[in-house]
């Protein structure tokens, strides 16, 4: 984490690099992580509508991961 409690997956997600996101999905990243605004990697991909990101991580989600 960085001083702003952001993991890899959190800036990836705002970022939109997806092959990024399912990297470290595949890495056994947790979607559950959140940032010291309390945003997660979902959250934060859908505040700037990084759309594929929404959907890898909605079903890595679903997935329970």
Avoid: P
């Avoid at 959190?10 to 990297?23: C, D, N, P, Q, T």
């Amino acid at each position: 984490k960085s001083k702003l409690d952001c993991t890899a997956l959190l800036f990836a997600s705002r970022y939109g690099h997806i092959e990024v996101v399912k990297a470290l999905l595949e890495a056994g990243a947790s979607t559950g992580i959140r940032n010291y605004q309390k945003e997660t990697a979902k959250s934060l991909a859908l505040h700037y509508n990084m759309w594929m990101c929404v959907n890898v991580l909605h079903e890595a989600e679903q997935r329970g991961q």
